[in-house]
């Protein structure tokens, strides 16, 4: 992959970190993306990626963005991934702040980068013979859950626009990719989930038969962009088995039926 160079938002943390890494192990120049300056210098002195501090949410930070690398060059894959969830309340008694923060950075912030770098998509397409979109969704953008209102609605409207992209985009050498994570554990998701709560944060998790973690993702997301160029993976769900739906986990250890305890 030399000279092939990738963008990533939300690299601070999480998914968007473990891309990085797993990008730059596949031998490609990456752009890190994200608003907390430490976090980045951190990973690039870890990594050797380049950074970026930009606002996903932000017109004059994504404007920086795209004329910071339309003086390197163009870019061959973008990944979407900045995002995140506030709250688990009821659609009727959930916080409309809440609402309006998860369009924003799930929704606007997917389309504010995605309409600012696609000229340079298009550039790095003509080097390459293929670019890459790479919007990172959730489970949550394909079925429901009690609680999810608020997340379910931005994430379903990324899976709309990826959909949409991938019509708009047909005839160009542009892969159009959707990475759906079920359950992953990372440091941060369920945090802000609910406010800082350290505790109801971990409780999620508790008891669950291994989780994924963000490297699983990050690897997902190497993979479908180091495909042949003829080849686009336009959806990819990817869940721990212990997730059968976003409302259906198993807790305790995984058996066969009939089976008995050793």
Request: without cysteine.
């Given at each position: 992959m030399d000279g092939m160079r990738a963008v990533v938002t939300g690299?601070?943390?999480?998914?968007?970190?473990?891309?990085?890494?797993?990008?730059r192990a596949a031998g490609w120049d990456v752009v890190a993306v994200a608003r907390r300056a430490d976090r980045l210098a951190a990973l690039a002195d870890e990594t050797g990626a380049s950074t970026f501090v930009a606002d996903v949410t932000s017109d004059a930070?994504?404007?920086a963005?795209?004329?910071?690398?339309?003086?390197?060059?163009?870019?061959?894959?973008?990944?979407n991934n900045a995002g995140g969830a506030k709250g688990l309340a009821s659609v009727e008694e959930s916080d409309l702040d809440d609402?309006?923060?998860?369009?924003?950075?799930?929704?606007?912030?997917?389309?504010?980068?995605?309409?600012?770098?696609?000229p340079l998509l298009r550039r790095g397409a003509e080097e390459r013979g293929?670019?890459?979109?790479?919007?990172?969704?959730?489970?949550?953008?394909?079925?429901?859950?009690?609680?999810?209102?608020?997340?379910?609605?931005?994430?379903?409207?990324a899976h709309a626009m990826t959909q949409v992209l991938r019509?708009?985009?047909?005839?160009?050498?542009?892969?159009?990719?959707e990475v759906a994570p079920g359950m992953v554990r990372t440091e941060e998701f369920a945090l802000v989930r609910f406010g800082g709560d350290r505790a109801r944060a971990d409780a999620v998790y508790d008891d669950v038969?291994?989780?994924?973690?963000?490297?699983?993702?990050?690897?997902?997301?190497?993979?479908?962009?180091?495909?042949?160029?003829h080849?686009?993976?336009?959806?990819?769900?990817?869940?721990?088995?212990?997730?059968?739906?976003?409302?259906?986990?198993?807790?305790?250890?995984?058996r066969v039926r009939g089976s008995e305890a050793p």
């Open positions: 690299a601070s943390s999480g998914i968007g970190a473990a891309t990085v890494r797993g990008l930070d994504v404007a963005l795209r004329g910071h690398l339309a003086g390197i060059g163009g870019i061959h894959a973008l990944v609402w309006a923060w998860m369009f924003e950075v799930n929704v606007l912030g997917v389309k504010r980068v995605t309409s600012a770098l696609l293929v670019a890459d979109l790479v919007n990172v969704t959730s489970v949550a953008g394909h079925e429901v859950y009690a609680g999810g209102g608020g997340y379910n609605a931005a994430k379903f409207a019509l708009e985009l047909n005839g160009e050498p542009i892969r159009v990719i038969p291994e989780p994924l973690v963000a490297e699983d993702v990050g690897a997902v997301i190497v993979d479908a962009i180091s495909r042949p160029r080849v686009d993976l336009d959806l990819i769900v990817v869940r721990p088995v212990a997730q059968a739906a976003a409302h259906r986990l198993a807790r305790g250890a995984l």
